[in-house]
């Protein structure tokens, strides 16, 4: 009798130690999927890295990874509204690497497989064979994990940080024998997320409450209580000193967020822009095709996970479980923080800031694929993403920097002048674009030509100067027209030429008449 019930006891502990729904394919088949997911994830950032030019928050972003090495890096950080881990890993690989563009974007490169690897892993304890590979393949496919994973800002590490922490609750969770590793791993992912950007607090004051509320529950897993308590408290512990130093510092001084404005339509907008991303660079009828698909992606996300909640089978709690935490992160996170933005407008909400939501999102997604009609809905999407993918590789940059330098040096005379303008706030420096790109462009040795200089209030520091030119190029970056170098500019030269070289970068060529 003894015996009987200490097999059963180790049969237990056995079926513990597997997802939810193990892989029946034996081998390296079991990785088919992933390793097809992680191929196409990578040569579409490798495609999109490579022909579109770094806008004007990748410039802050290495405007701060520099000073990591010319000194001043944390007195210039807390003049800005973003935690230090991604510029301290941008300036890793610049000293490593050098400015090369491909180089910088290493980085994000990185995290967007390694965020592909983790949701097929998290969706490892999803019902159905393929559901994992469809989950990973989903999120290669977002044309916005594309963008985010190919600049140089922090969202494709929040994007990872929330994948890794969901992976290590319920990999913890799920582990009856859990020594340690996978309560470290939590903590580990906090603190990621937390000095990445400041929108994982949303993620956390979600998940934080619920995973101890869901294990508080549930008398099978009291013994888990106290090390995931632990795992949060330690986290806090060493994300401390960040917040009680830099973070205040930051608050005080007001500086504006990227985007505030936010509405239902914004948000509704938010949901369908985490697989579908700049589905207006389709024509007629495919744009509407690819709203269409857009919307079937979100109502299969929303039946994915009422399906983990009903589907009748042993194992009901465990999925209950996966099903909250998915659905946290994938709906309420996003709307923590449009809310958040409403209320206090300088928390800031914008497309970009949806990032954690994605990976979850597309896990439930993939949960619907566990029937024929089902999945045959998640592989349409999943081709109308690919093709919406493919044209954001196709696509100009939101802000073709390198393009508008092109242009500028291909009609320019050695002895006209140049002005770069970026409308930003005044702890930047200005002409970033031009700086970066027109010594790449030239041929080696070529000298810049005169440039024009401005003050902090957009008036140009020697207006007498426009005197001695024939031609004056402006490359501008959203500057309103009213500014009073642009009114100089249109006193003294009586044609103006504009030519815009994405959504965002003019380039207004002023001449005299001849």
Known sequence: ???????????????RHRPLYPDTRKGLDTYRGLVFALALGGALRLFHAAGVSLHLDDFHSLFHARHLTSGGFWAELVRDNHPPLSFLALGGVRWLGGEAPLVLRLPNLIYGLATIALT??????LPGRHTRDLAALGVALSSLHIELTTDLRMYGLLCLATVGLLD?????????NERGAGWVAV???????????????????????LSLFVVARDPTLHGRLRPLFLSYLAAAALALPWFVWGFPRQLAHRLAPGGSEVSLKTLAEGYAHLMFFRVSLAGEPLRSVLIGASGAALLCACAGCVLLFARPDPDAARRRRLALLLGACAFCVPACSALAAYLVPRAGFEWRYLAPAIAPFVVLFAAVATHKLARALVLTVLVAAAINAVLLLGAPGREDYEQAVRYVISERADHEAVLAVDWQPGIFPHGVGWNFYAPRTL??????GPVLEHTDDFALTEPGALRRYERVFCILRTVPNTMPFLIDLRSEFENEEVVAFGQAIFVLTFSRAR
């Open 443 to 448: 041929a080696p040795g070529a000298p810049l």
């Open 168 to 176: 290590a609750l319920v990999h913890s969770l799920e582990r009856s």
């Open 1 to 15: 009798m003894l015996l009987r019930r200490e097999v059963a006891s180790q049969n237990s502990l056995r079926l």
């Open 187 to 209: 903590s580990l992912w906090i603190l990621v997320g937390a000095h990445s950007h400041y929108h994982f607090v949303y993620v956390l004051a979600l998940l934080g409450p």
């Open 120 to 125: 097929w892993r998290l969706a490892r304890h």
